[in-house]
């Protein structure tokens, strides 16, 4: 069972991002117009408490464990974030090494020859995480500036 904005008559189970996104304003601000509007469905309602998500104004984020190493990750669609490829294959040591490293806020630096799975590696990750992703090419001539540009855009998006 889904639930109407009461703005526009759009369905979503949640209207967080929606709010956001389409009507440019928080959960407070549709309550004043919106008196007494769900802001969840029944049956988001449901599943928040069956799985133990934490819902926060602005995110839905529940708890998950991935090659034996836990985080919480946004189970909301987010920009920048990788497609899930399902027929791609973990090499399970490697992927929790840089999970644990980024669980632990740790530098990482991937080598390795042109086409080995580096860049795939942290997609794929990422995607299963719901973390957005930015790449960028590092060619002789990436400037310092074009790598602030770059970020400083990804940021707007994220």
Not at 18 to 45: F, G, T, W
Not at 78 to 84: A, D, M, N, S, T
Request: charge should be negative; include cysteine.
């Amino acid at each position: 069972m889904e639930i109407y904005c009461g703005l526009c008559g759009r369905k979503e189970h949640q209207l967080f991002g929606h709010l956001r996104d389409v009507h440019e304003m928080n959960p407070d601000r549709y309550r004043e117009r919106c008196k007494d509007a769900p802001l969840i469905s029944e049956d988001m309602a449901a599943y928040i408490r069956d799985a133990r998500i934490v819902a926060t104004e602005d995110s839905v984020k529940k708890q998950v464990q991935l090659f034996g190493v836990e985080f919480v990750r946004d189970i909301l669609a987010r920009q920048l974030v990788p497609q899930v490829d399902e027929a791609y294959v973990f090499q399970e040591d490697l992927a929790r090494q840089v999970l644990i490293s980024l669980r632990d806020n740790e530098k990482i630096l991937l080598v390795g020859p042109t086409g080995c799975g580096k860049s795939t590696l942290i997609e794929q990750l990422a995607a299963r995480l719901n973390w957005p992703v930015v790449r960028v090419a590092a060619s002789g001539g990436l400037t310092e500036s074009d790598l602030h540009t770059v970020f400083s855009k990804a940021r707007a998006l994220a």
